[in-house]
């Protein structure tokens, strides 16, 4: 997570090293899910360049068709410049009612138009929710100004206990991945925010994780803090088991905030890609010779995650949940992202490790990052962000706890 030089030189020497080795290939820096077996060439996406801004910010890439450049640049805009384009997407929304597009619509939209296109469609949606409108305005603000009319007293963070669940394999490789969150725990404490790491299982399945993050929130409950649990990617489901498990132990009635930073809640697709026979022989290789438990690995693919979610009842609804996600565009990939971004956007937009409707929370807020995938730790802005997230975060639990 660093913004150090060398520390990027560093992670840019790892990745080229093992995405060119056949069995130790790394898929992921958050789940870090060895790949083992690069057999991608993925066919040349068209460019088309865009100049636009989306959600406060501005975008200076590039997108995959003329209809995503035109969405973006004209219609969003308020331009229209393009008559029979203009009318092809009003009915796209007047047929979509204000709902979110599922997974599956936003495949069709991909195979219609293109993967850009349902992205932005997608990130729209979301964004005309009035209350992600406003969640998404007030993060811009605490990012632009660094306070808002409400502000923060030191009163106010003393309150708060906010803790960590790491991702995958964080012991060994979060001098790259920041999957331990050191950083971010660096700057919470420089405000004063009590903060602690989840000493999970770095290799174990959702089940063992959500099992450690119980006894976690045992063990701080009775501190009398209003607790904040904080987790990307692969600590994603294990959060949302371990609060959906326990609604009503009396440990958890602290539990006032989860901030889901790119939670894999459905699973990712990677695993269940390599579980096809030729590939499923290289992922057991590597399995075996990085030491590692198999159904652990699985307990994070789309089967198993899928079946969870459906299994569960759902998470106390008192429970503020704010997702953060990226709405990658094919133009600003990172490389850490690239090969597999390129592999699912056959089945629709998706960030390089799970497709973009997979990671929202039910019954949450949603604040999206454009021009990012799932690896948001390559954002130079990745700190600023970090501050005004915590922000965020304590502004709408003190202004819950006003209206209590």
Known sequence: MSNNSSDTLNRSLYYHHDLMTIINHIASVSLILPALFVLMSCASVPTYPVDADIFDENLETSVDSPEAKYYLEHYLQGRNT???????????????????????????????????????????????????????????????????????????????LFLFVPGWDYVENSHITGADFAVQRILFTAFGVENHLVIIPPHGSVEESAAVLTRSIEQHGDKGKTIVLVGASSAGPAIYLALAENRQHPSFDN?????????????????????????????????????????????????????????????????????????PLSGAVSQYAADYYSMLAAEGPNDGLSFLPDMVAPDSLTIIAPGRDHFLAEDPMINDKTVAMMKVVIAYLERRSMLE
């Open 255 to 327: 539990v006032k905030g989860w901030l889901n930073i790119g939670g894999i809640l459905q699973g990712s697709p990677v695993i269940d890609y390599y579980q096809a026979w030729p590939r499923s022989w290289y992922f057991n290789v590597a399995v075996w010779s990085q030491g590692w438990d198999k159904d652990r690995i699985l307990s994070l693919s789309t089967v198993e995650s899928r079946k969870r979610m459906e299994r569960l009842a759902g998470i106390d609804p008192d429970i503020l949940v704010i997702n953060y996600i990226g709405l």
């Open 82 to 160: 393009d008559p029979v384009l203009h009318a092809r997407i009003d009915a796209l929304y007047q047929g979509q009612s204000g709902r979110v597009p599922s997974r599956d619509e936003l495949k069709t939209l991909a195979d219609e138009y293109s993967v850009d296109f349902a992205a932005i469609f997608f990130a729209e949606h979301i964004h005309a929710q009035e209350e992600n409108r406003a969640i998404q305005q007030a993060f811009s603000d605490y990012l632009r100004n660094g306070d808002t009319s409400a502000r923060l007293r030191q009163a106010d963070l003393d309150k708060y």
